[in-house]
Each structure stands twice: as structure tokens, then as C-alpha cells.
């Protein structure tokens, strides 16, 4: 059932309302116009993945259908040779696109290359955060107890489990994922979190860890696990430093690790402008 929030980040459009809804809007609001027909079975699969992205981007972008069949002139005019094609318009121009009905890990991908979500209203905000990981794990299990056949509440679930330090639950519950969300964002993240974390296994606690970086500043392990534990805890910065010292002063030590280690932390991160300037400072040190 769609709900107001997709609603009023989704809207249909023919010749008449393009150039206001969608070229001039653009110009404020980046438009993702989905080109698709009633007949289409493809455009059966995208089209209520696009509308659940645009509620959960909660107005980054707005998405504009176009139904080919009654939108000729409109298709013919952006060379439309089959459907569902999507093309992203930005500043009144179009900037990206794609054809076929990708699986919803693609489609994040896509959008996070030009736009980011906004965040939620102020008081689902913080009702969000109030609530503690185990809480988190606990109302999942009912949800799925209500209705077990909702594999996204699965996926939600292993991201609690994994915040709630649950690692081997969350493993199992990635592992389980049916193949249209083991290809998800939040999958591809997660999985990338329980590597770094089983790297942790048996690693001393963070201030033992600084105190034999105190003993020694070249304790490269010491400043690999550091890092590994700075990240998973929230400080991702600290973390990604602690990678780029291994990266400057030792860059070959146990295989390159501190490159590998920069590039599994970039995979688990959400903040955008705080990858890009990472990826920028490892740029500088391997060029």
C-alpha cells in the first residue's frame, strides 16, 4: 500500500506539466523520470522500488512517471527505444540514466552517486535514535514473527543484530537474505562491517591498544586494530586515520594493509563527503 511519504515524492507526467514538473523543478530538486507501460513486467519490478527510494531519500529527489503508451511524443523526444529506461534531470538538464530494472543494491548506488537522503522529520528523528540497538533486535523479531514474509525486515534485523555486537546472529541472518537484498547497500555495508569485525577476534581492548602504541609507535597491529575497533564504535574519522598512518609509514606492511583496510572502511560508510575526502589523502600518498 503507498503511503503519503512516497506519494508526495511521486507524481505522473505528460507533454503539458514536463517543462514545469520536471525541467524547471529540476533546477531546485533533482527529478528521476521513470519511462515505463502498463504491459511491461520489468517495469513491475522497478517502479515499486523507485517509489520506496524516493520515500526513504524523503525528498533528495522527486520521481516522475512517464507512461510510454499514452506519452508518445514525450518518450520519442528522449529517443526511448525500450522500457523501463530512467533518466536522472538536474539544473534542468539530464545527467545520468539507465534501461532495465535493476536490483535494488544498483539503484541505491546510482542515486548516491548524484544525491543524498534528507533526514527525517525532527521527531522521527529522534525517535530513532532513542531507541537502543536491543530494542531494535527485539521489535524486528516481532515484526518477522508477524509477518515472516517480508525479507526487508530480515535485512533490518541483521543491521540491529550487528549494532547490538550480535556478530555470528547477524552473519546468519545476511547469509539467509533471498538474492534481490544480498545485493542491497545496506547488505553490501554490513558485510564489509562483519569483516573488519572478525578481524577483531581476540584483539586487545582499545586502552591496552594504546598503551602499547605508547610503548611503541611502530606497533603497526596495534594501530591496524585501532582502527578496526575506532570505526566499528562510531568514530570513523579516528579510525580512518589510524589506516592512513599505517598507509604513510608502513605502507607494505602485512600486504598493503592499511590500503585494504582504508577501502573495506570506505564500503561500511555512509557519510559521502567524509569517504570523498579519505579517498582523496589515500590518493595522495599512493600517486
Known amino acids: 500500500m503507498t503511503d503519503a511519504a512516497t506519494v508526495s515524492h511521486v507524481f505522473d507526467v505528460d507533454q503539458q506539466t514536463f517543462?514545469?514538473?520536471?525541467?524547471?523543478?529540476s533546477l531546485s530538486t533533482p527529478i528521476l523520470v521513470d519511462f515505463w507501460a502498463t504491459w511491461c513486467e520489468p517495469c513491475k519490478t522497478l517502479g515499486p522500488m523507485l517509489e520506496k527510494l524516493a520515500a526513504e531519500f524523503n525528498g533528495a529527489f522527486r520521481l516522475g512517471k512517464v507512461d510510454v503508451d499514452t506519452q508518445q511524443e514525450l518518450a520519442g523526444m528522449f529517443g526511448i527505444k525500450s522500457i523501463p529506461t530512467v533518466m536522472l534531470v538536474k539544473d534542468g538538464q539530464v545527467l545520468d540514466g539507465f534501461a532495465g530494472a535493476l536490483p535494488e543494491g544498483q539503484l541505491r548506488e546510482f542515486l548516491l552517486r548524484h544525491v543524498q537522503p534528507l533526514e527525517a522529520a525532527a521527531g522521527n528523528e529522534a525517535a530513532a535514535t532513542a531507541e537502543e540497538p536491543a530494542q531494535a533486535v527485539n521489535r524486528l523479531q516481532q515484526a518477522i514473527a508477524a509477518e515472516p514474509n517480508k525479507p526487508e525486515l530480515k535485512l533490518d534485523l541483521a543491521v540491529a543484530?550487528?549494532?547490538n555486537g550480535q556478530i555470528d546472529a547477524a552473519e546468519a541472518e545476511l547469509a539467509a537474505l533471498p538474492a534481490n537484498l544480498a545485493?542491497?547497500?545496506?547488505?553490501?555495508r554490513l558485510r564489509s562491517e562483519l569483516e573488519l569485525a572478525h578481524s577483531l577476534q581476540d584483539a586487545p581492548e582499545r586502552v591496552a591498544l594504546l598503551q602499547r602504541l605508547q610503548a611503541n609507535a611502530e606497533d603497526w597491529e596495534a594501530h591496524d586494530q585501532l582502527g578496526v575497533r575506532l570505526l566499528l564504535e562510531g568514530d570513523a574519522a579516528g579510525g580512518l586515520d589510524q589506516f592512513l598512518l599505517i598507509l604513510q609509514k608502513?605502507?607494505?606492511w602485512n600486504d598493503g594493509q592499511g590500503r585494504k583496510r582504508l577501502l573495506a572502511?570506505?564500503?561500511?560508510?555512509?557519510?559521502?563527503?567524509?569517504v570523498s575526502r579519505y579517498r582523496r589523502k589515500m590518493a595522495s600518498l599512493l600517486f
Open 250 to 252: 608502513a605502507r607494505d
Open 19 to 25: 517543462e514545469a514538473d520536471v525541467l524547471q523543478a
Open 161 to 163: 543484530l550487528m549494532r
Open 265 to 274: 572502511a570506505f564500503a561500511t560508510l555512509d557519510d559521502a563527503e567524509l
Open 183 to 188: 545485493t542491497d547497500a545496506r547488505a553490501v
